[in-house]
């Protein structure tokens, strides 16, 4: 399984950004999709994630600024950032985790998209 991760950037503190995840290859079924970041020095942390039926979860952090969703049909989940903050810095990566064709359990991570906000 494939993870492409699209919408990092450098953006001033105030701001927003919209990432994107889609999945390939051979998933047969996507429960839940989410998003994590890692600052420098710092540990992994989730950000949000959203499972099949669309109950989503969030970070105390971002919760009202930051909106997960998904569109089953592409594969996708999104993250829109609005209202960033310097302390949002961090790279942020998707994760996906389902099934494949053969119900073998799949855990990917994507490559990690740069997310720097400036004050």
């Known amino acids: 399984v494939q993870l492409v991760e699209s919408g990092g950037g450098l953006v001033q503190a105030g701001g927003s950004l919209r990432l994107s995840c889609t999945a390939s290859?051979?998933?047969?079924?996507?429960?839940?999709m989410g998003w994590y970041r890692q600052a420098p020095g710092k540990q992994r942390e989730l950000v949000a994630d959203?499972?099949?039926?669309?109950?989503?979860n969030y970070a105390d952090s971002v919760n009202g600024r930051f909106t997960i969703s998904r569109d089953n049909a592409k594969n996708t989940v999104y993250l829109q950032m609005n209202s960033l903050k310097p302390e949002d810095t961090a790279v942020y990566l998707c994760?996906?985790?389902?099934?494949?064709?053969?119900?073998?359990?799949?855990?990917?991570w994507g490559q990690g998209t740069q997310v720097t906000v400036s004050s």
């Open positions: 959203i499972g099949s039926g669309g109950v989503t």
């Open positions: 290859g051979n998933i047969f079924l996507i429960n839940t």
């Open positions: 994760n996906v985790g389902g099934y494949d064709s053969g119900w073998f359990p799949v855990n990917s």
